[in-house]
T-cell receptor
């Protein structure tokens, strides 16, 4: 257990559905991250939040909408997704976003399939 | 731009040593990291090295850093079947706000 939980673990959705991924960290960290992991591609950083403020948004399509209501919770709202969005979505947290030593703690991921 | 490159696959026999290599582009990082991902799980930090070190040893793991060539390697001695996983090299992004990862090296250990 890394102290970072993600729900659901698996999600199948149609292209017209709206769903949300949830991440919760029990480590008292100030920074949280969303990554996308697709087969044979590097892990793609999607969003970075530091103290509930978004500090990085890596040219992610607007059909992905993050929300960070407090430093322990992070959501990724999904709508009108495409089949190529099928991937493993990983959440991570770290004590601070900008410290020189940035050990990130990952959740187990949500396996998303878009039909 | 920022980039981290790794070979995709490595296959070894149980008891042999495994060496996983990585090259990176951003030389300003203070730390470089190795993460491990087991099937069905997220990434977990395996080890890291401070950028002013050439080598770090941690039980069966040895990390070598060549800053001149921007080359990082992870050696696993006496590789076991439980070491089968995907190994990621990671570096800080230029904004200093997150890590960037390579594609991962899938290590397969046969008995």
């Amino acid at each position: 257990e890394t102290g970072v939980t993600q729900t659901p673990r698996h999600l199948v959705m149609g292209m017209t559905n709206k769903k949300s991924l949830k991440c919760e960290q029990h480590l008292g960290h100030n920074a949280m991250y969303w990554y996308k992991q697709s087969a044979k591609k590097p892990l793609e950083l999607m969003f970075v939040y530091s103290l509930e403020e978004r500090v990085e948004n890596n040219s992610v399509p607007s059909r992905f909408s993050p929300e960070c209501p407090n430093s322990s919770h992070l959501f990724l709202h999904l709508h009108t997704l495409q089949p190529e969005d099928s991937a493993l979505y990983l959440c991570a947290s770290s004590p601070e976003a900008t410290s020189s030593y940035n050990e990130q703690f990952f959740g187990p991921g949500t396996r998303l399939t878009v039909l | 731009g920022e980039d981290v490159e790794q070979s995709l696959f490595l296959s070894v026999r149980e008891g042999d040593s495994s060496v996983i290599n990585c090259t990176y582009t951003d030389s300003s990082s203070t730390y470089l990291y190795w993460y491990k991902q087991e099937p069905g799980a997220g990434l977990q930090l395996l080890t890291y090295i401070f950028s002013n070190m050439d080598m770090k040893q941690d039980q069966r793991l040895t990390v070598l850093l060549n800053k001149k060539d921007k080359h990082l390697s992870l050696r696993i001695a006496d590789t076991q079947t439980g070491d089968s996983a995907i190994y990621f090299c990671a570096d800080r992004n230029q904004a200093g706000t997150a890590l960037i990862f390579g594609k991962g090296t899938t290590l397969s250990v046969s008995s």
